[in-house]
């Protein structure tokens, strides 16, 4: 089963989903890992409380860029809330990698979370000026 999820990831890695810019977002964010030098900025257009489209643009190794990928193929599509909901448990079960032992790792693997669920918090106060 290992090798699956290898495979996995290695193909996240070389045909990422949801690569890129959006050109009007509603809200970005990017962070760094200055541990290693991992940059990751995800993209979000949010429309009507869901997120409509992701994208996620950055360099590093493979378990932060396929993650990003990862992460953007389940949140597309989410009401905010849900996408608020999904967490460290659900990224790690879908990278499947056991990384809990190798804590550099587990930080590149968390870093689009990071940055998701800073975009995602700042979203209420961007709604809200919207719809004002």
Known sequence: MQDFY???VLEHFKYPSNYGALDHPTVSHEEHNPLCGD?????LLIE?????DIRFSGQGCVISQ???SILTDEIKGKTVEAAKLFGKAELLEQI????E???VRLKCALLSLKALKVCLYGVADILEEEWS
């Open 66 to 68: 396929a993650s990003a």
């Open 39 to 43: 940059r990751i900025r995800l993209d």
């Open 48 to 52: 009507n409380d869901i997120v409509k």
């Open 96 to 99: 499947g990698i056991p990384l």
């Open 101 to 103: 032992k190798s804590p």
């Open 6 to 8: 290898c495979e996995h």
